[in-house]
């Protein structure tokens, strides 16, 4: 069963280290290298989360991402569940064109022909000048206005360019089944109280998916939060894929 208190230590420390890291989740930064053909810090770490997705799904969301840490802590000032279904396609109307851009630019560049982990980070820190806090403070405060007027992690559901990448791997992995972590649910177990529904930072009917004994969407960052909350234990982690018996 996941560790709540050591998930959400992670997420604080990772928001803490914020201002170091920023650029390393930039989407301006890969772009600034696809123009001078430099493979980045960005473009390294957008790829580790896509390989990392086809084992661990989008687990970095729940534990390691500064921005979902963000929210989620500001969630908990603003508790309103997020709203879902067809406006969770708005990340892919900005995802695509962004990646559209990065190809065209690399192309014009002459395609990639160098790697600085440190490009546009000489000192190693995201955040080491005064219009990097500039930066820095306009990216908090956009997470944290969506987080307060849509709902929790709505920025996850939204406008996350990180997310489509995790997204791809875990339709993999769920697809292919290979020994993976996820959720496994057992709908004879479930009482309906509905506790796995309020604790989801997500907002997503897990009632209603642990009825179909399924609860893999690919908007679940498998933070774990419904398997502690459910007593009855309707709700487990799991590696190996298999199909209950019932």
Known sequence: MPNQK????LLFTSLLLFPITLNYFSPYVIIDGAMQGIINGSFIVFILLFVTSLVFGRSFCAYLCPAGGLMEFGGMVQDKKTKGGKRNLIKYAIWVPWLGMI????????????INFFHLTDS??????PEAYIIYLIVVFLFLVITFISGKRAGCHYICWMAPFMIIGTKIKNYFKWPSYHLEADSEKCIECHLCEKSCPMSLKVTKMVQKDSVNNT?????????QTCQQGAIITAWKWKKRIK
């Open 6 to 9: 050591l998930r959400k230590g």
């Open 124 to 129: 190693g820190i995201s955040v080491d000048r």
């Open 103 to 114: 190809a065209i630019f690399s192309i014009i560049a002459g395609g990639y022909t160098s």
């Open 219 to 227: 908007e679940c960052i498998l933070c774990g939060n419904c398997v």
